[in-house]
């Protein structure tokens, strides 16, 4: 195997991924977030990422199974200690942070029942699938320093929510897209270690939900 050719095409397929997601952030997200609210607007936003990340991501890690260094993905190892170790500090995490801003634990009023089905059930599992079970799979395969291939994806995965951030309204500081995006990047990092030591796409998606759920249902975004 030509490792330099195939590490241009796995490169390449992340750059028409990152441009089709900017396509459909401009031309569908923003103007679906735009003119429609409540459960309409997250049915419309969920399938569409629904098709892109999982469905797509999972037939490329079908098609590519040889070419895997993790061929199964989405057999759970319960007896992963660590995964459970960063759970519960990500809990305690966000249970000190909303006290020491709101001085109490308690659901944030800016949050909406729609959010746990976006957050919870629906972004862990789709980018789970597209950047650890895909992405770093591959990486995991092309480069022989692991810790190469986690810091890889981390920036790619930081890179993916560009398109968001450049399409947001009212327009983010560049201060705040740079923190936003060292938080994600080191994130992503977090992600992929928790997948190439328990050899499984769930404590990722698992974590990476809870995540994003306590950030809208305590913080509030």
């Not at 000190?96 to 089905?117: D, G, L, N, R, W």
């Amino acid at each position: 195997m030509d490792l330099k050719h195939e590490r241009r095409k796995l490169f390449g397929q992340y750059g028409y991924f990152l441009l089709l997601w900017f396509v459909i952030q401009v031309f569908y997200n923003t103007p679906i977030s735009n003119l429609n609210s409540g459960w309409t607007e997250e049915a419309l936003l969920d399938s569409v990422k629904f098709i892109i990340w999982f469905v797509f991501g999972a037939w490329l890690i079908h098609h590519t199974r040889k070419q895997l260094a993790i061929e199964r993905p989405y057999l759970f190892n319960w007896r992963f200690k660590p995964f459970y170790y960063w759970l519960a500090a990500i809990i305690v995490y966000f249970l000190v942070v909303t006290v020491m801003q709101h001085h109490q634990i308690a659901i944030s009023p800016k949050f909406k029942p729609e959010y746990f089905f976006q957050d919870f059930l629906i972004v862990g599992i789709c980018e789970e699938t597209m950047f650890r079970g895909y992405f770093l799979n591959r990486l995991l395969k092309l480069y022989d320093n692991e810790q190469t291939a986690l810091i890889i994806q981390a920036v790619m995965f930081a890179g993916i929510h560009l398109p968001r951030y450049f399409t947001t309204y009212p327009t983010l500081s560049a201060l705040t897209i740079i923190t936003n995006l060292i938080t994600v990047g080191l994130l992503g990092y977090l992600f992929g270690w928790l997948f190439v030591k328990s050899h499984s796409l769930w404590p990722g998606i698992v974590t990476h939900s809870v995540w994003d759920l306590l950030v809208v249902a305590l913080i509030g975004g």
